[in-house]
């Protein structure tokens, strides 16, 4: 029993943790929620059609939300797109920098990095994939320099 409510206590210390990080980042889980749900949506149709063949209707019923949402949050198609790139680029900068602080390296670097892509394996599949853009390709080279 006593295993169990440090479990219990865990996922709700988990649960207040992130509730705190959004309140400083001052965005609201909704936002968040609706945000992955778009970006899942349009990544599952890039995985089967170029991305001038997307509608955003398509996106929304995908999606389960409606025009009216996909518009707060996006311009159009390729706001989404490059939301997701610049999104993607930050991220692999991110993990790059926090592994490489002492200017070396290690095995340690190279599995965060892998980490890393494994984790946005979808979006990677996508953009370096059959109707993506290896122009990305490019940019991941120039932030490894």
């Not at 778009?38 to 990544?43: E, G, P, Q, W």
Request: aromatic letters at 10%.
């Amino acid at each position: 029993m006593k295993q169990y409510t440090r479990v219990l206590a865990r996922v709700n210390l988990d649960a207040v943790e992130y509730n705190i990080e959004m309140m400083k980042k001052n965005i609201d889980h909704r936002v968040v929620v609706t945000e992955k749900w778009i970006k899942k949506a349009f990544i599952d149709l890039l995985m089967v059609k170029p991305i001038y063949c997307i509608k955003v209707k398509e996106v929304c019923e995908n999606a389960g939300i409606n025009r009216g949402t996909f518009y707060l949050h996006y311009k159009d198609i390729y706001d989404l797109l490059d939301k997701l790139k610049s999104e993607l680029l930050e991220g692999f900068n991110q993990t790059l920098m926090e592994q490489i602080k002492h200017n070396e390296i290690t095995l340690s670097t190279i599995e965060h990095i892998f980490h890393y892509f494994k984790e946005n394996r979808d979006f990677c599949i996508v953009i370096l994939g059959e109707h993506g853009n290896t122009k990305i390709l490019t940019e991941f080279l120039e932030i490894g320099k």
